[in-house]
C-alpha cells in the first residue's frame, strides 16, 4: 500500500499556519504507522511491522503515563495462556448432548502461534529470559456433581487424541486430585462427587511484562512510543492517509500527525475511536462493558499449596469471562493466587475513563443491535445485578467451593480490568452479543482496529497477522516467508499433523524453558 502524499489545502504553508493556529496546534509530522494504545495488540502489530517493512516508521501513542495499564496489565487479565486446555466455556455442551472440540482446538491453534513468535524473539535476543513473562504452570479443570462429572467426561473423549491436547489427564479421585493441588481436597466432604482435568504443560503469562518488552524492542528498532498522549481526532485525508490530532496530556500541547495506516487498539477505548474516523466498517457496532473482581492471596504458606490454573463452569446466564477459576500467577517475579472473576458493571469502557462512554458510544446505525441484545439477554443482567449486590462473605463462599479452606483474611478484593463486550448486527437475530474479539479493517486496509475480550491477549499474534493480510494483500507475498520463519507453522494446522504439532511444542518448550 504505497500512498503519496500530495499537497492539500492546509499544506500551504499559509494554510497550514492558519489550520494549525485554528486547532492551537503546533507542529504536523508524517509517519507510516500510528498504533493507538500501548497494550499488546499494538505491542505486537508493532514487533511484526518493525520485522516485516523495518523501513517503516512506527508511532505509539498511549494516553496514560505507563503502557500496558488496561487490559494488558498483569492484575487487569487472568494470564492464562489461553490455549483452550482448561477453559470449560470452549467446549459447551450442545442442547443434544454432544461435545465438540472444534472451537477449543482453533483457539489452541492461534495459542501455538503466539507463543512460536514469543520464541523466536527469545531466540534472536528482542525479549529477556522468558521467565520474565511466562512461567510453566499446569492447566486443569474441576467441577462438581454427576451432571459436570458426565459433561467433562464427554469433554475428555473429544479431545483424546487431539496433538495439540497431550498428555490429558483425568481422574474422579479426591486423592488424586489432592496430589495436582492439595488446595482444592484439603478438607473437601469425601462423599462428594467431583472430577477435574489436567495437563503439566500450560503457562502463565504476565502480559504487562510481555508488552513492555515487545514495545522497548521496537523502540530500540526506530520506533517512537510516546506516552500520557491522547488521539482526540482523526480524519481520513484526500489522498488516502489519516491525519490525527494528538494531544499531549502533560501540559496539554496539540499536534497533527500524518499517517498511511492507523491501527486502533485502544482497548476499550477503540470504538469511540473507529465511529469517530467515520469509516462504514463500524455502523451496527456498539459496546457492553463488564467490569471484573478477583480475590487475591500473597501468602506465601498458601501459596505454594496450589501450583495450578483451575478453571470451572459458569454459572447459568453469566457471561463466558465469568467462569470461576482459582490460579497460580507470577507477575513481576512474585507468585501469588488469583480467585474469581466477580462480575459486576460499570458504563465505563476503562478503568481509566469517563462514566459516560458507554450513552456516548450509542449512535442511530446501533440502537437497534443494542436493544435486541438488551432484550434477548435478560439471564445477564439478572446475572449482573446478582453479581453487584453480592458482599464480600457470598465472594468467599464461591471460593471456598474450590478451595474449602480459604478464609476471608488471608484474601484480598482487587478490581479486575473493563471488557467491553462486542454488539453487533446480525441479519437474522437483529442484534448479538459477541464474546471473541472483532477486528475492524476500513475498505481500503488504511486503517484497523480490534474491538472485543477473550481470548485476546493470548491469542495476539494469529491477530496481528490476520490484519496485516486484510491491510496488506498485495505485501503478503514479499513478507511470507520471514512469517514463516518467525511462525514456522503459519499457513498450516498443527492439529493435521501429530508430529509437527509435537515437534514444535518440543522446540517452543526448550526455548520458552517450559514444561514439554
Known sequence: MDVTYSPGPLDGQAGVLGGLRLWGVTSEETVDVVLIGGGIMSAT????ISRLQPDWSIRVYERLGEVAQESSNAWNNAGTGHAALCELNYMPEAADGTVSADKAVSINEQFQVSR????HLVAEGALPEPHNFINSTP????VRGAANIE??????????GQPLFPDLEYTEDLERIAEWTPLLAKKRNPKQKVAATRIAAGTDVDFGALTRYLLGDIERRGAEVHTNHQVTWLKRRKDGGWRLKVKHLV????KVVNARFVFVGAGGGALALLQHSGIPEIKGFGGFPISGQFLRTTDPKIVAQHQAKVYGKAAVGAPPMSVPHLDTRVVDGETALLFGPYAGFTPK???????FDLPFSVRLHNIGPMLQVAFKNFDLVKYLVGELMANREKKMKAL????????????????AGQRVQVMKKDPKQGGVLQFGTEVITGADGTIAGLLGASPGASTAAPIMLDLLARCFPERMPEWEPKIREMVPSYGVKLSDDPAEAAASLAETAKVLNLTA
Open 45 to 48: 502489530l508493532g514487533s511484526l
Open 116 to 119: 512460536q513468535y514469543w520464541a
Open 139 to 142: 492447566h486443569m479443570t474441576f
Open 151 to 160: 459433561y467433562l467426561r464427554k469433554r475428555v473423549e473429544a479431545l483424546k
Open 251 to 254: 501540559g496539554g500541547t496539540p
Open 349 to 355: 469502557f476503562l478503568k481509566t475513563s469517563t462514566w
Open 400 to 415: 471456598r467451593e474450590f478451595m474449602p479452606t480459604a478464609k476471608t483474611e488471608d484474601w484480598e478484593l482487587i478490581t
